[in-house]
């Protein structure tokens, strides 16, 4: 089991063997997890339950809640704590000094949700003890990026050569990042389609594609990703500028739009959705539409780490490990 005990703080530390026990874990678990069982998920000798602390130094409505509810379907104690108000950082407390505050306090392992910190960044690594990074910047979101490719899996069985568009606010997305890492290593074409002031300056690592009209890149795809506009991370003029109903007819996924799609086609957003900017209304009820997959997929997913990076013993009764079709056939 060599993710017993480490720290997930980047997808691109994974390797192919990581990726296979990842997703073969999740199987394994989905049925009781969605059945809403609980499963025993630590030896009957253990003198108390494993405990993961959760921090989030930025809002968080999914992840936040996806780690805890994937903490209690494994029966372990969560403790979470929303950091951007209503903590000692209002008082001039450091990121860095919460987290070791934390630490000291000895949980089983962490889970931290941060902007831009160079502080955690090298604080993070070298805590003694897992820790799983729940967005971090505009850098990465590794968890995402795994129930993305999780999601496309169980649809397609294998990406090889799957053309997988990702739009919007490119430049800004954590998001975007841990995609073009894992979804180029296990197989996919990846294409970028975003304004100018919301593209990356360099064409990323994985991105095969760059597109400058959206429906030119629906066509293309057989599945798209639509990236919320990140405001919070951009200058106050560009604030000031931004428009939702000219960036939407421009650059959203509108219902004309719709029909640019091929007839299979899948549909992706990490969320929170704003609607009527990158995505219309009538996208939420489109039947290509995996948006809520992606969210119970995130518990899965979630909960496959947090019994591995833990070491737990899961009850084998009622449990057996598939093999998980796609990965092999990557280049993970």
Same mark, same amino acid.
């Given at each position: 089991?060599?993710?017993?005990?480490?720290?997930?703080?980047?997808?691109?530390?994974?390797?192919?063997?990581?990726?296979?026990?990842?997703?073969?874990?999740?199987?394994?678990?989905?049925?009781?997890?969605?059945?809403?069982?609980?499963?025993?998920?630590?030896?009957?000798?253990?003198?108390?339950?494993?405990?993961?602390?959760?921090?989030?130094?930025?809002?968080?409505?999914?992840?936040?809640?996806?780690?805890?509810?994937?903490?209690?379907?494994?029966?372990? %104690?969560?403790?979470?704590?929303?950091?951007?108000?209503?903590?000692?950082?209002?008082?001039?407390?450091?990121?860095?000094?919460?987290?070791?505050?934390?630490?000291?306090?000895?949980?089983?392992?962490?889970?931290?949700?941060?902007?831009?910190?160079?502080?955690?960044?090298?604080?993070?690594?070298?805590?003694?003890?897992?820790?799983?990074?729940?967005?971090?910047?505009?850098?990465?979101?590794?968890?995402?990026?795994?129930?993305?490719?999780?999601?496309l899996?169980? %649809?397609?069985?294998?990406?090889?050569?799957?053309?997988?568009?990702?739009?919007?606010?490119?430049?800004?997305?954590?998001?975007?990042?841990?995609?073009?890492?894992?979804?180029?290593?296990?197989?996919?074409?990846?294409?970028?389609?975003?304004p100018?002031?919301?593209?990356?300056?360099?064409?990323?690592?994985?991105?095969?594609?760059?597109?400058?009209?959206?429906?030119?890149?629906?066509e293309?795809?057989?599945a798209?990703?639509?990236?919320?506009?990140?405001?919070?991370?951009?200058?106050?003029?560009?604030?000031? %500028?931004?428009?939702?109903?000219?960036?939407?007819?421009?650059?959203?996924?509108?219902?004309?739009?719709?029909?640019?799609?091929?007839?299979?086609?899948?549909?992706?957003?990490?969320?929170?959705?704003?609607?009527?900017?990158?995505?219309?209304?009538?996208?939420?009820?489109?039947?290509?539409?995996r948006?809520?997959?992606?969210?119970t997929?995130?518990?899965?997913?979630?909960?496959?780490?947090?019994?591995?990076?833990?070491?737990?013993?899961?009850?084998?009764?009622?449990? %057996?490990?598939?093999?998980?079709?796609?990965?092999?056939?990557?280049r993970?």
């Amino acid at each position: 089991m060599p993710l017993s005990g480490v720290s997930l703080l980047d997808t691109k530390h994974l390797s192919h063997q990581d990726l296979q026990l990842i997703f073969s874990r999740s199987d394994l678990i989905r049925e009781p997890l969605l059945a809403s069982q609980r499963i025993q998920a630590w030896e009957s000798s253990t003198p108390r339950r494993p405990v993961v602390c959760c921090l989030f130094f930025e809002p968080s409505t999914r992840t936040r809640m996806s780690f805890q509810m994937a903490a209690y379907r494994l029966g372990l %104690e969560v403790l979470t704590m929303e950091l951007s108000s209503g903590s000692s950082l209002s008082k001039g407390e450091t990121y860095a000094d919460t987290v070791l505050n934390f630490a000291a306090m000895n949980p089983d392992l962490m889970v931290v949700r941060y902007g831009n910190s160079p502080e955690l960044d090298a604080l993070l690594p070298n805590l003694n003890l897992p820790v799983i990074n729940a967005g971090s910047g505009t850098m990465a979101h590794p968890t995402q990026g795994l129930l993305d490719a999780y999601t496309l899996l169980r %649809e397609w069985g294998s990406l090889r050569d799957r053309r997988v568009l990702i739009f919007g606010d490119v430049a800004h997305s954590r998001v975007a990042q841990s995609n073009f890492d894992l979804l180029s290593r296990l197989g996919a074409k990846i294409g970028i389609c975003a304004p100018p002031m919301y593209r990356p300056q360099q064409t990323p690592d994985g991105v095969s594609e760059q597109f400058d009209d959206l429906d030119q890149g629906l066509e293309w795809a057989d599945a798209v990703m639509g990236l919320r506009i990140q405001l919070e991370r951009h200058d106050t003029s560009a604030q000031r %500028e931004f428009a939702a109903q000219e960036y939407h007819a421009n650059w959203g996924l509108s219902a004309q739009r719709l029909k640019k799609l091929k007839s299979d086609a899948i549909i992706l957003h990490p969320g929170p959705i704003n609607h009527g900017v990158e995505f219309a209304p009538e996208v939420m009820q489109d039947s290509r539409c995996r948006v809520l997959a992606q969210v119970t997929n995130g518990v899965v997913i979630r909960a496959a780490l947090l019994s591995l990076l833990l070491q737990l013993k899961l009850d084998q009764k009622s449990l %057996e490990f598939p093999k998980v079709s796609g990965v092999e056939s990557g280049r993970a």
